[in-house]
């Protein structure tokens, strides 16, 4: 669960898939992970600069190279050679492509430790153990489950926390960056609070969790219950990353795992605006349209009704398919008319207004649960 260790100094391995869907977990680690990254190895934006996809901080001033050997060089000339090799990308299914096994191989003669979030457990792979033993080196396999096998014995949450959970209307669209940015706003606060990685980008961020989507599912509520105790022990305020979503054709499992195992008192709705379809781009000529907005609030709050009550409180949107500014800001207009419900785009424009919003509506859930939970009309969608 945990994996506490010394600073790294990265190299992120995203080889033809850098940018934010299949290379989301470099996404992630470079947005608001705590280590160093020398420098992102992709030919195919070889000479780009990761300030592109982010903005001007010293902290997004990484040059995207076409090598291992040209990513050495990059931290030896700045005198932070790298340290580790992490593996940039979360494609469908987890599997490692045949094509990167040479570079991992290098990087571990090369002497860098290896971090991999795929199915794909590198460290059971008789070549790399084998190499990483020799070299002295370490294979850390984030979605590697925990040695646990026990199912939800029906957990109370201790009095005053508030478990948040992020749910969305499709995966891969940003539910960890909100419980992340919502933690961030809820701290500067001056509350307590934490955040609970279920997913194997989220605990290469926060150095603990378990990867849900890993999980036996007889276990998997378990697994939820378990993690939302330890959150708990670590802040007033748990913001618990979710995975897929609620009408995914491949991905429904784990988030139906997550809101009956976790009983958040409340939810955070994710919605990109523009999404149309699920992803599911792994299944040629089949399609999965989105479900309207207001449906899926209610859906949620029945599904979750089933094993606890809770409200989706608000709604987080990812508007990255809009360019303009004022645009996007319409839309979190259009949608809070819509819903009722307090919105913004929390990466784009800050958590800070979306938090003192819900803030009163989570503690409302919390300390007074049978008013707060009287059904309230949410409209057809147009």
Known sequence: MSTTRAERRIVILAEGQFGPHHGKTAMGVIRYGPDPIVAVIDSTNVGRNVREWFDDRPRFDIPIVATLDDAIAVGTNAAAPPTALLIGIAPT????????????????????????????????????????????????????????????????????????????????????????????????????????????????????????????????????????????????????????SLDHPAYSAVTLGLIHGCTPQAMIMVHKPGLAEHDWDHVEGREFPLSPLPEFIRLHEQVAALVAPSKVVGIALNTSLIADEGDARRVIVEIASQTGLPVDDPVRFGPELLFAAIRPAVEALVDHPVEALVDRPVEASA
């Not at 005053?160 to 539910?175: E, F, H, N, P, Q």
Request: with cysteine; net charge negative.
């Open 93 to 244: 299914g987890g599997k490692l492509p045949d094509s990167w096994r040479q570079a991992i191989l290098a990087a571990i003669h090369g002497g860098l430790d290896v971090l991999s979030g795929l199915h794909t457990f590198l460290g059971d792979d008789p070549e790399f153990a084998g190499a990483a033993a020799e070299a002295g080196v370490e294979i850390v396999d984030y979605r590697r489950p925990p040695d646990r096998m026990e199912t939800a014995v029906g957990e109370l949450h201790a009095p005053g926390k508030k478990v948040i959970l992020t749910v969305g209307t499709d995966c891969a669209i940003g539910k960890m960056s909100v419980a992340l940015e919502l933690r961030r706003a809820a701290v500067e606060s001056g509350l307590s609070a934490t955040f609970v990685a279920t997913g194997q980008t989220g605990i290469m961020i926060e150095g603990w969790g378990a990867a849900v989507d890993r999980v036996i599912s007889d276990f998997s509520n378990g697994i939820c219950e378990w993690l939302v105790e330890q959150g708990e022990a670590r802040g007033e305020w748990v913001f618990v990353e979710g995975q897929g």
